[in-house]
């Protein structure tokens, strides 16, 4: 069976929107922040239980926390390698 995954970032032309399997959200946006849309998320009883994780360049002391008290479940920080945001999305969507 095949897998949805929403990418939430700022560029226009990764943008679409279906029902997904998991949400990987840029925290950092243009309009709103990923902390905001996560609980915006969270707030939509049809998604409220898509595993979501944060991909996002905010790799300080606190941030990680951050993102789970937004409703994150996983973090990435970025720079990442594919490999690890792979391992990533394979600990909410095993095969």
């Given at each position: 069976m095949s897998?949805?995954?929403?990418v939430v970032e700022d560029t226009?032309?990764?943008r679409q929107s279906q029902h997904?399997?998991?949400?990987?959200?840029?925290i950092q946006l243009p309009q709103m922040d990923g902390y905001e849309?996560?609980?915006?998320?969270?707030?939509?009883?049809?998604?409220a239980g898509v595993p979501i994780i944060a991909?996002?360049?905010?790799?300080?002391?606190?941030?990680e926390a951050k993102t789970?008290?937004?409703?994150c479940d996983g973090y990435v920080a970025k720079p990442f390698s594919p490999?690890?945001?792979?391992?990533?999305?394979?600990e909410?969507?095993?095969q």
């Open positions: 897998k949805r995954i929403l226009e032309d990764n997904p399997d998991l949400i990987l959200m840029d849309a996560t609980r915006r998320i969270r707030a939509i009883p049809e998604l991909v996002t360049s905010y790799a300080l002391s606190g941030d789970r008290e937004a409703g490999r690890q945001l792979l391992a990533k999305v394979r909410f969507l095993p």
